[in-house]
């Protein structure tokens, strides 16, 4: 179950979006400030943070840009009674997924956390590849084999990324190089994609799903393939 975290120093307006959300199904834990809330993401298990800008001991902007370093797929959205350009934008700068200024509309809230939570699902959905004893998360750059986890290059992870979204169809070489080495090299060495090559298959003892196609590329092999 997807729970949101409410960071809100107004007790009033946080036992009210408390009581809301309930009623709504979801799981709520309440914090009235950042330290709590800090102890909080520690435990885990939150799905969307509700944030007031103006908390008492802290800036709610700089807990935000502390939580997108550490947890960028988090939906935040943020709960302020500044409504000025200036403020909307240099809340979204700092990373916010969603602005919403006080007072509001609970129906508009309730809607505006469904996009949110909607949105994650689908970014998570599409950023994890699962197959086997293979776990890929390309968003937090966690990757696993048997549980176990395995420190990639960037270089690595693009060629990886690169393979499983096109799992079951041969890549080129030509393709890969262009789209790995896109730093504005002019030129590439010609066996930099082998020698990439043969270290992911051995970090990820990935001999068998990684196959080369003589002549054309390298193909990953999907489960339906099999």
């Not at 943020?78 to 509309?105: H, M, Q, R, W």
């Amino acid at each position: 179950m997807e729970q949101i975290m409410i960071v809100e120093d107004d007790r009033t307006l946080n036992e009210g979006l408390c009581k809301t959300l309930k009623k709504s199904g979801y799981p709520v834990v309440s914090c009235l400030n950042l330290a709590s809330a800090r102890d909080q993401l520690l435990c885990g298990a939150v799905s969307l943070v509700l944030l007031d800008v103006n908390l008492p001991d802290g800036s709610g902007l700089d807990f935000l840009k502390e939580m997108k370093k550490k947890l960028p797929e988090l939906p935040v959205l943020l709960l302020t009674a500044n409504d000025t350009d200036f403020d909307i934008v240099e809340g979204l700068e700092c990373g916010a997924d969603d602005y919403i200024t006080k007072p509001f509309s609970l129906s508009v809230l309730r809607a505006r956390i469904r996009t949110q939570l909607r949105k994650a699902r689908r970014q998570e959905h599409e950023a994890v590849f699962r197959q086997e004893e293979y776990s890929f998360d390309f968003e937090r750059m966690l990757f696993q084999v048997d549980g176990e986890p395995v420190e990639l290059s960037k270089t690595e992870q693009k060629l990886l990324r690169i393979l499983v979204e096109n799992a079951g169809t041969t890549v080129s070489r030509g393709t890969l190089v262009d789209r790995i080495w896109t730093d504005g090299a002019e030129y590439v060495e010609e066996n930099a994609l082998s020698v990439t090559v043969k270290r992911l298959r051995d970090k990820l003892r990935a001999q068998r799903c990684i196959r080369t196609v003589y002549g054309i590329g390298y193909r990953w092999q999907s489960q339906d393939d099999e």
